[in-house]
T-cell receptor, first 113, second 113 residues
Framework: TQLLEQSPQFLSIQEGENLTVYCNSS?????LQWYRQEPGEGPVLLVT?????EVKKLKRLTFQFGDARKDSSLHITAAQPGDTGLYLC?????????????FGKGTHLIIQP | ETGVTQTPRHLVMGMTNKKSLKCEQH?????MYWYKQSAKKPLELMFV???????ENNSVPSRFSPECPNSSHLFLHLHTLQPEDSALYLC????????????FGPGTRLTVL
């Protein structure tokens, strides 16, 4: 069983459309991060959410942390081909002893021109 | 140079070879990490170092041997690997362990024949 479940696994849409991807868990997280990874590169941090219910915006990207801090969503408005990539959520379980991050499998996003 | 660098970017080795992966961070961070990224699996934490001391080892086979000579450099020594060890090996750093955000290098794509 995955600690962090991401959905959908794959998403291919046309340029200009809106989309939402999800990151869910049965565990409470002290913080969640979203990363984007392009082929042949390492993940690049997009945002960190810490407070339940928190909403952060990064240009056309809107990130939300669930009230119970068990889930998060990423909404992209008017998607562009440059948004193509693997979107990963990662976090630390509240009270967990691990020093590294727990990652989901990611959502592969393709924006077609 | 800035950020986190990794060399080599690509490596092909036989099962009887010995090779080493190198990671260098130019961010002044005190914590460094090795992750393994395989197809269809989430990033797996392998090793964590804090101020050159190993603080976490997630049941990684002994054919992987990490070394952290100082807080800026991290190595992963490889010997007698198996084909299933083929993956993208990512190095990351953070100001301290349990810091919310980690910064990743571009990875080494390893193929074991």
């Amino acid at each position: 069983t995955q600690l962090l479940e991401q959905s959908p696994q794959f998403l291919s849409i046309q340029e200009g459309e809106n989309l939402t991807v999800y990151c869910n868990s049965s565990s409470v997280f002290s913080s969640l991060q979203w990363y984007r990874q392009e082929p042949g590169e390492g993940p690049v941090l997009l945002v960190t959410v810490v407070t339940g219910g928190e909403v952060k915006k990064l240009k056309r990207l809107t990130f939300q942390f669930g009230d119970a801090r068990k889930d998060s969503s990423l909404h992209i408005t008017a998607a562009q081909p440059g948004d193509t990539g693997l979107y990963l959520c990662a976090g630390r379980v509240l009270g967990g002893g691990a020093d590294g991050l727990t990652f989901g499998k990611g959502t592969h996003l393709i924006i077609q021109p | 140079e800035t950020g986190v660098t990794q060399t080599p970017r690509h490596l092909v080795m036989g099962m009887t070879n010995k090779k080493s992966l190198k990671c260098e961070q130019h961010l002044g961070h005190n914590a460094m990490y090795w992750y393994k990224q395989s197809a269809k699996k989430p990033l797996e934490l392998m090793f964590v170092y804090s101020l050159e001391e190993r603080v976490e080892n997630n049941s990684v086979p002994s054919r992987f041997s990490p070394e952290c000579p100082n807080s800026s450099h991290l190595f992963l020594h490889l010997h007698t690997l198996q084909p299933e060890d083929s993956a993208l090996y990512l190095c990351a750093s953070s100001p301290a362990t349990r810091f919310t955000e980690q910064f990743f290098g571009p990875g080494t794509r390893l193929t074991v024949l």
